[in-house]
């Protein structure tokens, strides 16, 4: 297997001193990159890394992403914690690609992801590129689909990621058409995403959308303004599962708020709107597990497009554990 899995380095746990635990950095455990883990001992995160952007590359984006967890981490740190006191975060470093061996990698991610959930954690992976559902979702399906569980998968993208992998081999723009092909009569493909930009998928995804039986709605119509018939779509798809995986890809926020990722645009959604659907998602009571994918340290001005997927992982957590 060529993939890697390097433990976290505590130096990025940094933040302004404080005699009591006031801020995130007080509060993570960096913990050695060591299957099995320990059993759960009330409610618990398990912050997971993937320093990977080889799906990227194979889809003609920019890479830059395999730093992508490294500068979550650091922006996370320094952020007022209120979450409950007794909520255990436990960071169990990277998984790396090494040698374009980006399969090997998923391999590693999904047993991690598996065994994260079994002894009851909540996962919070890091990316890395969007090539990680895949892996992410694999892991998932091999906890629920023993206990005859059925999940939906919720995509806050501009992309549909539903490209064909090229000569046999996936990317970062072929993840949920991948899951999709692996959908089984016991395990079905559920898929909503939100934010979906014309401009940014050609016709024939769309028609594959369509035949695989995706949700989507796209930016014209996934506005504040219009948060009655988001909130209805979203009670909709929960409905119809027993649990739920967010995924959120940082290019789907507005330029302005989100330059630093693999494909900007400006015509994205905006952090208010993204932000009250984790609440409403925190709140539905399935969710299982979340990723943050695609941040591009290389070309973040300010570090804002860190800091504002940081501040997306807190607001989720908030909400999920309040």
């Known amino acids: 297997m060529t993939s890697h899995h390097l433990p976290t380095d505590p130096a ?10 006031e801020y ?16 759960s001992e009330g409610k618990s995160v398990a912050l997971l890394g993937y320093a990977g952007d080889e799906g990227v590359g194979r889809n003609r984006g920019r890479t830059g992403a395999a730093k992508g967890p490294e500068a979550i981490r650091k922006m996370l740190a320094p952020l007022a914690y209120h979450l409950p006191e007794d909520l255990q975060i436990a960071d169990y470093g990277d998984i790396m690609t ?12 999904s047993a991690w992801v598996y065994k994260l959930l079994d002894v009851g954690h909540f996962p919070v992976l890091l990316g890395g590129g ?3 559902a895949l892996a992410h979702a694999q892991g998932i399906r091999e906890y629920l689909e023993p206990k005859n569980k059925t999940l939906g998968i919720i995509n806050l993208d501009a992309h549909f990621d539903l490209r064909k992998p090229v000569a046999g081999k996936g990317h970062s723009g072929s993840p949920f058409f991948q899951l999709a092909e692996a959908a089984t009569p016991k395990f079905p493909f559920h898929y909503l995403c939100l934010g979906i930009q014309k401009a940014s998928n050609p016709p ?23 948060w009655g018939e988001i909130s209805s779509q979203l009670d909709q798809f929960c409905g119809k599962v027993d649990q739920l995986y967010l995924t959120l890809d940082m290019d ?6 989100a330059l630093g990722v693999s494909a900007p645009s400006p015509m994205g959604f905006t952090p208010e709107l993204a932000f009250k659907v984790f609440d409403h998602l925190a709140l539905s009571g399935k969710l299982i ?11 973040d ?3 804002l497009t860190a800091k504002l997927a940081a501040r997306a992982i807190d607001a989720l957590l908030n909400k999920l554990f309040q």
Request: hydrophobic residues 40%; proline residues 10%.
């Open 204 to 226: 024939s995804l769309f028609a594959t959308a369509k035949e695989m039986g995706v949700h989507w709605m796209e930016m014209d119509q996934f506005r504040l303004s219009n």
């Open 289 to 299: 597990s979340m990723d943050v994918v695609e941040l591009n340290p290389r070309f």
């Open 130 to 132: 969007h090539d990680l």
């Open 24 to 39: 995130w950095y007080q509060k993570v455990s960096c913990l050695p990159p060591q299957l099995p883990v320990n059993p």
């Open 12 to 21: 990025l746990w940094t933040g302004r001193p404080s005699e009591v635990p």
């Open 98 to 109: 090494l040698d374009e061996a980006m399969e090997d990698s998923h391999a590693g991610i």
């Open 252 to 257: 789907g926020f507005a330029a302005p708020y």
């Open 301 to 303: 001005s300010d570090h």
